[in-house]
C-alpha cells in the first residue's frame, strides 16, 4: 500500500510535443504529491507538487493532474523542449504526521525530447 | 548560501575500506535522508532520521551506517559489508510544516575499485 507505480519508463517526444507521465497511489492517507526533475550526474530537483484538494496545478509549461478518486496524478509538459531531457519522479507521502516519515518514490521516467 | 552539501562529489575506494559520505544542511531542518542511486535506477532509502541523535533503517540499510550528532549534518559510512556499493548517493532534508517539502543534494558519486 506504500507503493507509488509510474509510467512509462521511457518516453521520446518530439520538440514542441506534450509529454505525459503518470503515477498511481493505493495508500489514501498520501497527501502531498511532488514531481522531481534530475539531469544526469545531479541531484533531483523539486519541479512541481500538488495536494489532493486541487485537480490541477500549473507552473509555466508544467502541469499536474490529480484525480483523487482514481487515486492518479499526472505530469505535463507542454511545448517540450530538449532541455527538459531528464530523468522524473514522482512522490507521494503525509504531511503533518509527528515521527521520522519517508517519501515514496515512482521508479522513474527517462524522458528524451528529440530536436 | 543555504542549502545541502554533499562532498565530495567523487569518491574512489579500494575494495575492503571503509568510506564515510559527508552531508550538512543549513536549512535548519529537522528531518534528513540518505538514498542509493544505481545507473538508470531509482532512489532507494539507507536511512533517515527525524531529529538528532535518532534515525532509522530504509529499504537497503544492510552495509552502510549513520550518526546525527548534530541537526545539520547527517554522514554516511559505507562498511566493507556493503557488498555493491559503487553507486551514486544522494541526501535530502525535509522542511516539515505548512510547506513540507524535501530536497537534496548534488550527491557523491562513489567508486570502489
Known amino acids: 500500500q506504500q507503493q507509488v507505480k509510474q509510467s512509462p519508463q521511457s518516453l521520446i517526444v518530439q520538440k514542441g510535443g506534450i509529454s505525459i507521465i503518470n503515477c498511481a497511489y493505493e495508500n489514501t492517507a498520501f497527501d502531498y504529491f511532488p514531481w522531481y526533475q534530475q539531469f544526469p550526474g545531479k541531484g533531483p530537483a523539486l519541479l512541481i507538487a500538488i495536494r489532493p484538494d486541487v485537480s490541477e496545478k500549473k507552473e509555466g509549461r508544467f502541469t499536474i493532474s490529480f484525480n483523487k478518486s482514481a487515486k492518479q496524478f499526472s505530469l505535463h509538459i507542454m511545448d517540450s523542449q530538449p532541455g527538459d531531457s531528464a530523468t522524473y519522479f514522482c512522490?507521494?507521502?503525509?504531511?503533518?504526521?509527528?515521527?521520522?516519515?519517508?517519501?515514496?518514490f515512482g521508479q522513474g521516467t527517462r524522458l528524451t525530447i528529440n530536436p | 548560501d543555504g542549502g545541502i552539501t554533499q562532498s565530495p562529489k567523487y569518491l574512489f575506494r579500494k575494495e575492503g575500506q571503509n568510506v564515510t559520505l559527508s552531508c550538512e544542511q543549513n536549512l535548519n531542518h529537522d528531518a534528513m535522508y540518505w538514498y542509493r542511486q544505481d545507473p538508470g535506477q531509482g532512489l532507494r532509502l539507507i536511512y533517515y532520521?527525524?531529529?538528532?541523535?535518532?534515525?532509522q533503517k530504509g529499504d537497503i540499510a544492510e552495509g552502510y551506517s549513520v550518526s546525527r550528532e548534530k541537526k545539520e549534518s547527517f554522514p554516511l559510512t559505507v562498511t566493507s559489508a556493503q557488498k555493491n556499493p559503487t553507486a551514486f548517493y544522494l541526501c535530502a532534508s525535509r522542511t516539515g510544516g505548512a510547506a513540507d517539502t524535501q530536497y537534496f543534494g548534488p550527491g557523491t558519486r562513489l567508486t570502489v575499485l
Open positions: 512522490a507521494a507521502f503525509r504531511t503533518f504526521i509527528q515521527g521520522a516519515q519517508k517519501l515514496v
Open positions: 532520521s527525524q531529529i538528532v541523535n535518532d534515525f
